[in-house]
């Protein structure tokens, strides 16, 4: 079975590692990013220069690395994709961990609006604190 267009569409986006070009094409200008409570950096970001900046900015210089690995896509419905996967986090002091993840992604015209995220926030933050 062939996978639907939004979910290639999401795919995209991780196995490019979210290299810019590719958030480009595939974020749309009125982006809702939601953290979940509890993860570093948490909150509700609107836009992709403030996930950038605010988000982004804050989160990766605090980690020695930090990634997010997409493992299970599935589209729910015709405005929906969930995607299942894991963080791997390296702290500054060496500690690394891995935690698993839920985005819950929203489609509109071909391009991802809303990004639900739900998180282990407490192995992030015991790698972030050491």
Same mark, same amino acid.
């Given at each position: 079975?062939?996978?639907?267009?939004?979910?290639?569409?999401?795919?995209?986006?991780y196995?490019?590692?979210?290299?810019?070009?590719?958030?480009?094409?595939?974020?749309?200008? $009125?982006?809702?990013?939601?953290?979940?409570? !509890?993860?570093?950096?948490?909150?509700i970001?609107? +836009?992709? #220069?403030?996930?950038? @900046?605010?988000?982004?900015?804050?989160?990766?210089?605090?980690?020695?690395?930090?990634?997010?690995?997409?493992?299970?896509?599935?589209a729910? $419905?015709?405005?929906?994709?969930?995607?299942? !996967?894991?963080?791997?986090?390296?702290?500054?002091? +060496?500690? #690394?961990?891995?935690? @698993?993840?839920?985005?819950?992604?929203?489609?509109?015209?071909g391009k991802?609006?809303?990004?639900?995220q739900?998180?282990d926030?407490?192995?992030?933050?015991?790698?972030?604190?050491?």
């Amino acid at each position: 079975m062939s996978e639907s267009p939004n979910t290639v569409l999401v795919r995209r986006l991780y196995d490019s590692g979210m290299a810019p070009e590719v958030t480009a094409e595939v974020i749309a200008p $009125d982006l809702v990013w939601d953290i979940t409570p !509890g993860f570093p950096y948490s909150g509700i970001y609107h +836009g992709w #220069e403030s996930v950038s @900046r605010d988000f982004f900015g804050n989160l990766i210089p605090a980690f020695a690395s930090f990634a997010g690995h997409g493992e299970r896509f599935f589209a729910t $419905d015709d405005d929906h994709v969930v995607v299942l !996967g894991h963080y791997h986090a390296v702290g500054k002091n +060496g500690a #690394e961990a891995d935690a @698993r993840f839920i985005h819950l992604w929203t489609i509109r015209d071909g391009k991802l609006t809303h990004l639900r995220q739900a998180a282990d926030s407490h192995v992030v933050r015991e790698v972030l604190n050491g």
